[in-house]
T-cell receptor, first 112, second 114 residues
Framework: NAGVTQTPKFQVLKTGQSMTLQCAQD?????MYWYRQDPGMGLRLIYY???????DKGEVPNGYNVSRLNKREFSLRLESAAPSQTSVYFC???????????FGPGTRLTVT | GQQLNQSPQSMFIQEGEDVSMNCTSS?????WLWYKQEPGEGPVLLIA?????ELTSNGRLTAQFGITRKDSFLNISASIPSDVGIYFC??????????????FGKGTKLTVNP
């Protein structure tokens, strides 16, 4: 039982390049979330998906797109990476009918 | 957006000392959660609180849901070197209208000197 997995663990991009961050959960939870974490800023919500087939913007959605591929998988795409998107990205999923979110190990992204 | 004020920002303590940190908000919360994040890892849930006044323990950790519903406290007793990390509070407030989204504090970075 892996819980929440994220790939890749590390990534370096040049400005303007695109990439997709992958997240998968084996907990059979309905909702999935994408956060970014920057020093001194805590965790900020980028996008979330309350159920398969639905997605909604969070606090900082600009520059990102998401896809809820199925119940297990929720991907985050950067179409044209910018240095301001250098951050650590976390995927999370709350237990159904609970606020208790469980986090993946993170993807550390550097944009040069 | 909503904010949680978490304090202190950082703590430097000696092994064996007790630690106390807290989170406050201007909004009323229906849930308080405490997470620990170790370097290079994702946050791990430590304690969840659902009722005003609730006091819950997890080993040497004790957390309380403030009676006003606007604050929460986390205490660590007899600290050990493996307590090092960043501790985050998080909550869901009634102002979010039933949304399951969480608001996070900015974290308390704990350093324990052996």
């Amino acid at each position: 039982n892996a819980g929440v997995t994220q790939t890749p663990k590390f990534q370096v991009l040049k400005t303007g390049q695109s990439m997709t961050l992958q997240c998968a959960q084996d907990m059979n939870h309905n909702s999935m979330y994408w956060y970014r974490q920057d020093p001194g800023m805590g965790l900020r919500l980028i996008y979330y998906s309350a159920s398969e087939g639905t997605t909604d913007k969070g606090e900082v959605p600009n520059g990102y797109n998401v896809s809820r591929l199925n119940k297990r998988e929720f991907s985050l795409r950067l179409e044209s990476a910018a240095p301001s998107q250098t951050s650590v990205y976390f995927c999370a999923t709350p237990r159904t009918d609970s606020y208790e979110q469980y986090f993946g190990p993170g993807t550390r992204l550097t944009v040069t | 957006g909503q904010q949680l004020n978490q304090s202190p920002q950082s703590m430097f303590i000696q092994e064996g000392e007790d630690v106390s940190m807290n989170c406050t908000s201007s909004s009323i919360f229906n849930t308080w959660l405490w997470y620990k994040q170790e370097p290079g890892e994702g946050p791990v849930l430590l304690i969840a609180l659902y009722k005003a006044g609730e006091l819950t323990s997890n080993g040497r950790l004790t957390a309380q849901f403030g009676i006003t519903r606007k604050d929460s406290f986390l205490n660590i007793s007899a600290s050990i070197p493996s307590d090092v990390g960043i501790y985050f509070c998080a909550g869901n407030s009634f102002a979010q209208g039933g949304s399951e989204k969480l608001v996070f504090g900015k974290g308390t970075k704990l350093t324990v000197n052996p």
